[in-house]
């Protein structure tokens, strides 16, 4: 699929006296194994190469110049980026506040980014179209290579295009909307108000067409306009077109036009000569005979030749005009055939393929065309003026393209012409006499076109993040009443306090540990430890938070937050796929996650920020080979990574205990434990989150704080034993008005309640049956000393109980 | 000649008898038509509606002592149905116990709440149904209707299915999402699922800022909380309702006459009056009150009481429609029977001399192993000097005896049978207990008194 190409320079060097280097105006790059060219040129949207293959970078290219100062010197680019909606982080996509276009990037407006690139990486050129605000984007595209830009985005929020910036975007588009109104509005003119002047220059063309083949159009009822001036000779035409052109040429845009072509003229390289299409120039592909579908093509335009001699003439000095259409055609195939499968094929190879596309296009866009005439509602007409604006923008880019066409020979224009004329309204309804003039050539050359070009039928895309979500209740949960229930809130797990107590010494060591690798731009592996419930995973969600604030007031440089959990896994491997989908949005299998990640991290990305990745519960992504493991502490050892792991176990000698030594040794010495609650500790959390709250009594709290703190330590389970308290005291106190304070007898059932070995109850209540039974085993176990019996042996005993 | 005759016009006079006879009970039956119709109609209701107490575990019983339990359960439920409060609980009993009832009976109460029933979900996992965690997400999101949300992309990869089930419950939080129920049956088997991935999932969830749940887990182990990993553990609320089937015999009395008295909205109001009666007759019979309490004795667990009243009511028909205590003995001597005695009863001769010369076998090498041979030898023994009326046996008809009882599995080999073994070699032990031996002897057909005599004293033989 990949062919090597090879870039060049076009034209002389303008040496910039600032900067000791040469910059070029354009560039050419040469697909190996393939006669064409494609031209790039400074102020062009190109695509560039980045991680992914389907989506690659857009960028504006704003310098073109080689880089003298290495030894060898190089072909680099300053592009100004554009960005994606997948490559914008995904914890800042919900910014946006509605669904991306397909197609629609952003103005990527951070300073900060490398904008320097190697010139090779550059793919090809785009279409990129900038909409003002209120402006909507089209969806039902014919062309999926345009891409959109409505809105800014710089790291921090989205934001609408600036008016100047707008302007510059927009005059980029050569051939603006505003132009191509003035045209339609004089063909309007002279011609009936009802139709649209893309569609009457398909009709001009096809009646052109067709009478120089002189051949009967076929009928149609939907433009039954158009049929009637075929039945005309081909005289009376003629005046008509020409006044159509000439309207075109009288545009306003069009002197400018051709002052910048002559500007232009004079830098162009008679390389560029050998134009890619083969029609216009005799190239030895031509003379091939298996393109029959050429050479038919051309006796057909011979004829066209003889009837339209007279009118060269006329034509002559609106060749300008022409050539843009006839290079609107070539820009639309390029992006598609040059840009994504970097190979170009000749384009009248592919005309067949246009052709039936448009054949297969064709009775939705007559419908369009029937919905368009019919009520021209705002929708509709916006359409078409998004899709006559995009035509125009293919003009504006291949606008340096248009002068080499003045070499060429004249009588070859009209032919071609006519033909891309056509194609280049093709976002446009078309009619069926068009179509089945083209059906003749088409159907003889289907036999070979396949192989040449295969034809790309996009998949349809299902959403790619799915929201499910549970539905939501029909009524309002219930406010908290009484101050039992509010306490009762207020200790809940769930409940996230303003801030933590009694881990201040581990938040500040965490937290500078981060800031500083995030100042320092460099990476690092972090290992806390501890048993359940001491609040490790609230600390370090405590510090991200408070990172994430200073971020926002620009103390730290901007960072991204991942969190995984081992026990949210299925299989350790899944890891990655996690990773990669907070990362970036996408999907893939765990191998391939692995893969991306690693070259993610491990090479220099154009636009990264420092990631902090926080693994929880990281024994469980212990495997045979502990590869997983591996990888996570190996990253951030590569100084591109700039990635932070900061990673969370129960047990304290886990790198010791589980990790092979390599693995061990790549995480590093930077521990920290988190040691149990005291009983000190345990009351000013329940102090702290019961503040000015009057519900349990102070001895009571010091009661469970000690409880809990001589069995386990675990804040959870004092908070859970509170809770039950308050349920008791508010079960246990009648009137429900009057709710007493929780008191330590409360606290004691509760604890009763969780701790209590209910065994002895149990047996208390079993039956008389299973009471002996358990007697039979202790005195079995008497006899014999032993822990294990037999059945055999324990009847034995129980009959001669 | 003579008497031959006489004894036909005797046989016809007796049909004539017969005759008579028959026609009378077709004319009293006529008159008491209506009245049996609806006796019969009766007892079949009565069956059904019984039936259908014991086998269902039907709503409208009433809790038996659980009261406390029931009102700490509904107070949980409610607020996390109210107040979007997430909880955990476990309900720890042993069977038949009335866990499912508990919960059932809570669920019941809350759903009968407006407010309420329209705005909790509930999802019902069972350990014996939902075997691995990608089988219960898999029934989480289909309880849930998450399938609809989304289209084409349901049921993926487990690991799909489980980023996508935890991303939806993230989405919620506690004053505008739909609280969810679940009910765990058989906990302790998802305790045994890898990693326990689906309890830490459900009980992290019930401790942090997500969608209210509340999770409701019933078992019978009373170590359950052993069985959890601790960082499960810790996330769990360690709240736990025991029910324990604290009542004594008085209240088992006082629930076997609830449970076998007719309702009050029984149609024929005399008939149930009747009944009602005899239930309480019965109650108060002293071999009734003997066979309950043994009942009790065994079992506390009200299924198996069910299962006795079930076999009494099996019983009753239009001819017996009340039932007496001797129903209830015949129950409970069906319920405590024996299926292996009642094996060696169908044996044959042979196979019980088998039989009694592995116990003598067992006696003498204190359960040790036997093979065939050893067994065969001591047949033989016997044969040769005791025996009058077993027939000495060729050896492979005492071959096929023994790969019968291997087949009713009253022996059982020790190990693998491969195909080379030799079969006569293969060590075998006997499933029977002596005294089951003996009282299956005891009940024996027809069974000889010298094999009789053989296996009350071994020893003297040797």
């Known amino acids: 699929m990949k062919s090597r190409q090879t870039y060049s320079w076009v034209g002389r060097p303008l040496l910039d006296p600032k900067l000791h280097h040469q910059t070029y105006r ?728 969780m701790f209590s070995s209910s065994y002895i109850t149990a047996i208390k209540n079993s039956s008389v049956l299973e009471q002996s039974f358990l007697r039979a085993i202790l005195a079995e176990f008497r006899r014999s000393g032993l822990e294990e019996a037999t059945f055999q042996q324990w009847l034995v005993m129980f009959l001669l109980e | 000649m003579t008497q031959r005759h006489f004894q036909r016009r005797r046989l016809h006079s007796k049909s004539w008898c017969l005759f008579v006879g028959f026609q009378f009970v077709e004319m009293s039956s006529r008159k008491l038509k209506s009245n049996n119709l609806k006796h019969s109609e009766c007892l079949s209701q009565v069956q059904r509606i019984l039936r259908e107490r014991f086998c269902h575990q039907s709503l409208h019983s009433n809790l038996f002592g659980v009261q406390v339990q029931y009102k700490h359960l509904i107070e949980l439920l409610k607020r996390t149905a109210i107040y979007g409060e997430s909880n955990s609980v476990l309900i720890i009993g042993p069977r038949g116990s009335g866990k499912t009832m508990l919960i059932n009976h809570a669920l019941k109460e809350l759903m009968e709440v407006e407010e309420v029933s329209e705005n909790v979900l509930q999802v019902h996992l069972n350990g014996l149904l939902q075997i691995n965690d990608n089988i219960a997400l898999k029934e989480i999101t289909r309880q849930l209707n998450l399938e609809n949300v989304v289209g084409d992309k349901v049921f993926g990869s487990f690991a799909e299915n489980l980023s996508f089930l935890l991303e939806a419950l993230k989405k919620g939080d506690r004053t505008s999402s739909c609280p969810v129920i679940f009910i765990l049956d058989e906990f302790d088997l998802f305790a045994h699922h890898k990693n326990q991935t689906l309890l830490y999932n459900l009980f992290d969830i019930s401790q942090s800022a997500q969608t209210p749940v509340a999770v409701v887990g019933l078992t019978c182990r009373l170590d359950i909380l052993e069985l959890l990993e601790k960082r499960v553990k810790s996330r769990f609320s360690h709240r736990q309702i025991h029910l324990m089937n604290s009542f004594g015999f008085p209240q088992y009395l006082k629930i076997f006459k609830e449970q076998l008295s007719l309702p009050a909205e029984f149609p024929d109001k005399l008939f149930a009056e009747k009944w009602n009666e005899n239930v309480q007759c019965l109650s108060e019979d002293r071999s009734v009150r003997e066979v309950l309490q043994k009942h009790f004795n065994v079992s506390k667990n009200l299924r198996s009481l069910h299962m006795l009243l079930m076999l009494a009511l099996n019983r009753v028909t239009s001819s017996h429609p009340f039932m007496t205590a001797a129903d209830l003995m015949e129950a409970n001597q069906l319920c405590s029977m024996d299926s292996k005695a009642n094996i060696v009863h169908g044996l044959s001769v042979l196979e019980i001399c088998l039989i009694i010369a592995m116990k003598h076998l067992n006696d003498i090498y204190e359960e040790e192993p036997f093979n065939f041979q050893m067994v065969y030898n001591e047949f033989q023994k016997f044969v040769q000097r005791k025996a009058h009326s077993v027939y000495n046996f060729e050896k492979p008809v005492v071959m096929k005896a023994f790969e019968h009882l291997q087949q009713l599995e009253l022996i059982r080999p020790m190990e693998r049978t491969s195909v080379n073994a030799q079969r006569e070699y293969q060590l075998m032990k006997l499933l029977l207990d002596n005294t089951q031996i003996m009282n299956a002897l005891q009940k024996y057909p027809n069974c000889p008194t010298d094999v009789r005599q053989w296996a009350t004293s071994s020893l003297s033989w040797l």
Not at chain 1, 196 to 204: G, P, Q, Y
């Open chain 1, 26 to 753: 354009e560039m050419s790059v040469k697909v190996e194994g393939c006669s064409t060219e494609l031209h790039i040129h400074v102020g062009q949207f190109v695509l560039v190469e980045g991680n992914d293959d389907e989506n690659p970078y857009v960028a504006k290219l704003v310098e073109l110049f080689e880089d003298g100062s290495e030894p060898r010197s190089r072909k680099r680019a300053r592009v100004q980026w554009f960005i994606r909606f997948c490559e914008v982080p995904v914890c800042k996509q919900h910014l946006l506040g509605r669904k991306p276009a397909a197609q629609e990037i952003f103005w990527y407006d951070y300073p900060a980014c490398d904008s320097n690139i190697n010139a090779e990486t550059i793919i090809g050129p785009v279409q990129v179209v900038a909409l003002a605000p209120d402006e909507v984007i089209p969806t039902d595209l014919k062309n999926e290579k345009t891409l959109f830009v409505k809105l800014s985005w710089n790291e921090k929020k989205f934001s609408p295009l600036s008016p100047e910036l707008f302007a510059q975007l927009e005059k980029l588009q050569e051939g603006s909307p505003r132009c191509q109104k003035s045209v339609e509005a004089k063909t309007k003119n002279i011609e009936s108000p009802s139709c649209t002047t893309a569609e009457r220059a398909v009709k001009r063309v096809e009646s052109r067409h067709s009478s120089s083949k002189s051949r009967p159009a076929p009928t149609h009822p939907v433009t039954p306009r158009a049929r009637k001036r075929l039945e005309l000779s081909s005289s009376p035409r003629t005046p008509n077109t020409r006044i159509s052109r000439q309207t075109s040429w009288a545009s306003p845009d069009s002197p400018r036009r051709t002052k910048r072509k002559a500007a232009l003229s004079e830098i162009t390289s008679p390389s560029k000569r050998s134009q890619p299409d083969g029609l216009q120039t005799p190239s030895p592909a031509r003379k091939a005979p298996e393109k029959t579908g050429e050479i038919q093509r051309r006796s057909c335009a011979k004829d066209d030749k003889k009837v339209s001699a007279e009118r060269h003439m006329t034509l002559r000095p609106r060749v300008p005009a022409l050539k843009t259409t006839v290079l609107s055609e070539e820009r639309r195939l390029t992006p598609t055939r040059g840009g994504r499968r970097s190979s170009m094929v000749p384009s009248v190879i592919l005309i067949p393929e246009n052709i039936r596309k448009r054949e297969a296009e064709e009775p939705e866009a007559q419908d369009e065309a029937v919905s368009s005439r019919h009520h021209t509602s705002r929708k509709s007409s916006l359409l078409t003026l998004n899709q006559i604006k995009q035509q125009l923008r293919f003009l504006g880019k291949s606008e340096s393209d248009s002068e080499d066409e003045e070499f060429l020979p004249a009588a070859e224009i009209p032919d071609s012409s006519s033909e891309e004329e056509e194609d280049s309204t093709s976002p446009l309804p078309r009619t069926p006499s068009g179509a089945s003039r083209n059906l003749r050539s088409s159907t003889k050359l289907s036999l070979q076109t396949p192989s040449k070009t295969p034809k790309k039928t996009p998949k349809p895309r299902t959403p790619h993040h799915a929201t499910p979500r549970i539905r939501s209740r029909n009524l309002a949960a219930q406010e908290p009443a009484s101050v039992l229930e509010e306490a009762r809130l207020r200790l809940h797990v769930s409940a996230v306090p303003e801030s933590l107590p009694c881990r201040e010494q581990e938040f500040q060591d965490i937290y500078n540990f981060v800031e500083s690798k995030l100042l320092d731009q460099t990476g690092g592996c972090m290992y806390i430890s501890g048993v359940p419930g001491t609040g490790k995973t609230a600390t370090v969600h405590e510090v991200i938070r408070g990172l994430q604030q200073a971020a926002q007031a620009n103390d730290v440089p901007p960072f991204q937050y991942i969190e995984v959990n081992g026990m949210k896994l299925t299989e350790p491997h899944q890891v990655y796929v996690q990773i990669l989908q907070k990362l970036t949005g996408q999907k893939a299998t765990a191998i391939h996650a692995a893969e991306l990640l690693a070259k993610r991290f491990r090479t220099q990305g154009s636009s990264q920020e420092t990631t902090v990745l926080l693994v929880d519960e990281l024994d469980l992504l212990w495997t045979q080979k502990q590869d997983v493991m591996y990888n996570l502490f190996d990253w951030p050892t590569h100084k591109e990574a700039r990635l932070v792991v900061l990673t969370i176990a129960n047990t304290m000698d886990l790198p010791e205990r589980i990790m092979m030594n390599r693995v061990s040794s790549r995480l590093g010495l930077t521990r920290m434990s988190f040691q149990p609650y005291t009983h000190s500790q345990l009351q000013q959390i329940l102090g702290s989150r019961l503040k000015h709250l009057r519900a349990f009594e102070d001895d009571a709290i010091q009661f469970v704080a000690r409880k809990v703190a001589a069995l386990s330590g675990d804040a959870r389970r004092c908070l859970d034993i509170c809770r039950r308290a308050t349920d008791i005291c508010e079960f246990s106190c009648q009137k429900p008005g009057s709710p007493g304070l929780v008191t330590v007898a409360h606290l004691l059932e509760a604890v009763d309640e």
